[in-house]
C-alpha cells in the first residue's frame, strides 16, 4: 500500500518561501514520478509540477519562476519550495504519485496559509 | 494549457439515479482522461483513468467514455457514499489541468 505524508508549517509570512516534504512508504521513490497539487480554500485543482527519481523536473509555467522541487532518495521524500508567496498561495497542498500522468495516489494534504 | 470545462458544475439526485457528468477539453486529448472523486476535507481519490478505465477498488457503478474532446463520467445507480465533487483531468500535456469540479448534492 501506498503512502504519502505531507509535513511542514502550516503558517508563513507574506514574501517568505514556504517549505515542504512529502515523505513516501511502501513504494520506492527510485521509481515513477512524484508531483505536487494544490486547492486554495473553495476551490479547484491546481497542478504545481512534478519530479523524477533522476532529479528532472517538470513545473507549471504559471509558477515556475518561484517553484523548486527536489528528491531524497535514501529517505525516500521529496520536497517543494514556493518563494516569494503571497496571500493567493494560501491552500490545501498535496504530494501524490504520478504514473502516465494519472494521479493514483495522493497525501493527506496539509493547509498552509499566508498571513503575517 | 489545455482547458477543462465540466458541466454542470452542481448536480441534484436521488439515491438510485443514473447521473452523468460531462468533460470538455479545449483541444484534442485522445483519451487521455482522467476522474476523481472528492469527499469534504478529503484528498481526491482516482475512479477512471485513461477516460474508461476502471481503478482497481472503485465500484462498478462507475464508467467513462469518450475520446478526443468530449468525455462523460456515469454514476449507474448513485449511492450514499458518491455524493461528493468530481474533477476530470487532462494528462496528454503538460501543465496538466483539472476541471473546475462538478459537486452532487443529495435532492
Known amino acids: 500500500q501506498v503512502l504519502l505524508q505531507e509535513s511542514g508549517p502550516g503558517l508563513v509570512k507574506p514574501s517568505e518561501t514556504l517549505s515542504l516534504t512529502c515523505t513516501v512508504s511502501?513504494?520506492?521513490?527510485?521509481?515513477?514520478?512524484w508531483t505536487w497539487i494544490r486547492q486554495p480554500p473553495g476551490k479547484g485543482l491546481e497542478w504545481i509540477g512534478y519530479?523524477?527519481?533522476?532529479?528532472?523536473?517538470n513545473y507549471n509555467p504559471s509558477l515556475r519562476s518561484r517553484v523548486t522541487m527536489s528528491i531524497d532518495t535514501p529517505k525516500n521524500q521529496f520536497s517543494l519550495k514556493l518563494t516569494s508567496v503571497t496571500a493567493a498561495d494560501t491552500a490545501v497542498y498535496y504530494c501524490a504519485k504520478v504514473g502516465m500522468g494519472v494521479i493514483d495516489h495522493w497525501g493527506q494534504g496539509t493547509v498552509v496559509t499566508v498571513s503575517s | 494549457d489545455i482547458q477543462m470545462t465540466q458541466s454542470p458544475s452542481s448536480l441534484s439526485a436521488s439515491i438510485g439515479d443514473r447521473v452523468t457528468i460531462t468533460c470538455r477539453a479545449s483541444?484534442?486529448?485522445?483519451?487521455?482522461l482522467n476522474w476523481y472523486q472528492q469527499k469534504p476535507g478529503k484528498a481526491p481519490k482516482l475512479l477512471i483513468y485513461a477516460a474508461s478505465s476502471l481503478q482497481s477498488g472503485v465500484p462498478s457503478r462507475f464508467s467513462g467514455s469518450g475520446s478526443g474532446t468530449d468525455f462523460t463520467l456515469t454514476i449507474s445507480s448513485l449511492q450514499p457514499e458518491d455524493f461528493a465533487t468530481y474533477y476530470c483531468q487532462q494528462s496528454y500535456r503538460t501543465p496538466y489541468t483539472f476541471g473546475q469540479g462538478t459537486k452532487l448534492e443529495m435532492k
Open positions: 511502501g513504494a520506492s521513490i527510485n521509481s515513477y514520478y
Open positions: 519530479i523524477y527519481y533522476s532529479g528532472s523536473t
Open positions: 483541444q484534442s486529448i485522445s483519451s487521455s
